[in-house]
Structure formats: C-alpha cells, structure tokens
C-alpha cells in the first residue's frame, strides 16, 4: 500500500501534472505537498493499471483505487494426499516392514503426495497423538543400533543359477534415522563383525554405545540383567573403545524402529 493515502482529486492532480504537464516526480510531490516516494509509487501503479491523462469522467474513487490497488489472490497451498496413519502404524508390524519403504509405495501411488521426510515427521506428529507411550530421546551421535533385517534378500548364484537366502545387515543412528545396510551371505560371526566395520567408515565415526538385538552372532547367551557377549564382538568394542549395551529380552522399544 502507498505510505501516504491520496484523495480522488489530488490522484486527479498527480496524473495531470505527469501527463500533461511533464513535471518530475520531485516536481509534482512539491506542487500536491506529498512525499516523492509517493508520488513515484501512484505513477507506477498508475501504468501498471493503464491508466493515463485524462481520467473517464465516469471513473469514481472506489473504482480507481480497485485499478490501482488490485486484490491480490492468496496462493493455494498445494494439498497433498493424506495416508491412512493408522493403516500405516499396522504396517509397521509386519516383519522386514519399514517406514521408508511405506513411504516409496505411498509415492508410488501418489506422486504428488509427500516427501520423505514430511511423511515421516507427520507419522510422527500422529504416532504422538495416538500412542501413550514414550520414547526416550536420542543424543545425535551417542548410539548405533544394529541387527538383521527379518526378512532376506534372494541371491542367484550366476555360474550355477543357485537361489540362496542372504541376510540383511543393519546400522541405525536412532537420533537421525540415518541407516546403513548392507547384503550378507549369511549371519554369521565374521560377517557381522564385517558389518560394523563398514557401518563405522559408512557413518564416518564411531559412536559411544552399540545397541544390538539379544541374536545368537554378538550376544553368546542372553540375559535379562547381563547379557553375555561373544568374546570377538567384545574384543571389536575394545578395539573401537566402544560400549555394549544389548538390548533387554523382550522389551521392542529398544530395538530400532526401521528395523
């Protein structure tokens, strides 16, 4: 809007003295007793608007101020697919189920629909709101969860054609939800101890705590209180100078949510 608002008459005047009698801007403010940046700015309006000297005489104020102020039309915010968090949140149950990949169908069905990580945090926001537990919250860097997938990838062996299981390592920075992920022959101890190794360079540091699930590779007999490692796992954890802490027998809220 203009700093100084001008009557139909002195905008009358204005015109007049631009027009048709070729005064500067200057000129004109010091003649109708306005500021020159006024001035400047009814004059712009007033070509915007394509309005020149002489005004129609029919012309009224309401009309010229609508020519010269036009109402300008709030952009529409883009509406966006809206999921079915509760069908989602059952999703999440399913075994090898996780929120990335509900995320890729979601887009698969609707382009348009949400990115990555606004689907996520809304998840979130709905999750919150729905659930009367709580989760407490990570330190960024603190604690790397690990463990295998539930469910494996299908490996064809090209020479022979052979169809082989293989498992699905995963690392998690739970504050972040940065994941790595890598495919293994199998679960046993030198490719899971392999995995952490690739997980550290992938993450480009080594984390405080190692979070992994009670499984047979790096946790030798588990406990509720005290779970027993496997002595190479232990031996990796001192070499990185890092924390063991598996996650307690039957508690899932320790374990990682991508998981």
């Known amino acids: 809007m203009a700093q100084e608002r001008l009557s139909l008459r002195k905008i009358r005047e204005v015109l007049r003295l631009k027009y048709e009698a070729g005064l500067s801007n200057r000129a004109i403010a010091r003649a109708?007793?306005?500021?020159?940046?006024?001035?400047?700015?009814?004059?712009?309006?007033?070509?915007?608007?394509?309005?020149?000297?002489?005004?129609?005489?029919?012309?009224?104020?309401?009309?010229?101020?609508?020519?010269?102020?036009p109402e300008r039309e709030n952009p529409k915010v883009a509406e966006h697919p809206v999921p079915d968090w509760a069908e989602i949140h059952s999703e999440l149950a399913r075994r090898g189920v996780t929120l990335r990949l509900l995320w890729q169908e979601y887009r698969d069905k609707h382009p348009d629909g949400y990115g990555k990580s606004q689907f996520w945090e809304?998840?979130?926001?709905?999750?919150?709101?729905?659930?009367?537990?709580?989760?407490l919250p990570?330190?960024?860097?603190?604690?790397?969860?690990?463990?295998?997938?539930?469910?494996?990838?299908?490996?064809?062996?090209?020479?022979?054609?052979?169809?082989?299981?293989?498992?699905?390592?995963?690392?998690?920075?739970?504050?972040?939800?940065?994941?790595?992920?890598e495919i293994q022959p199998s679960q046993e101890l030198q490719y899971w101890l392999a995995g952490h190794v690739r997980a550290f360079a992938f993450f480009g540091g080594v984390p405080k705590i190692l979070r992994p699930d009670n499984l047979k590779t790096g946790v030798k007999k588990p406990?509720?209180?005290?779970?027993?490692?496997n002595p190479s796992y232990h031996e990796l954890a001192e070499h990185y100078r890092v924390a063991v802490l598996p996650a307690r027998?039957?508690?899932?809220k320790d374990y990682p949510e991508d998981l």
């Open 32 to 69: 109708c007793r306005v500021s020159n940046s006024t001035i400047g700015e009814y004059v712009e309006r007033a070509k915007q608007a394509g309005l020149n000297w002489p005004l129609p005489e029919e012309l009224g104020e309401g009309e010229l101020y609508r020519k010269l102020f």
């Open 122 to 135: 809304h998840y979130q926001r709905w999750n919150q709101a729905h659930t009367t537990s709580m989760r």
């Open 138 to 181: 990570h330190k960024g860097g603190e604690v790397v969860e690990v463990d295998y997938a539930g469910m494996t990838v299908p490996i064809t062996n090209p020479e022979t054609g052979e169809i082989s299981q293989a498992a699905v390592f995963v690392a998690v920075l739970p504050a972040s939800s940065y994941v790595y992920a």
């Open 223 to 229: 406990n509720y209180y005290e779970p027993d490692l």
């Open 249 to 252: 027998v039957r508690k899932p």
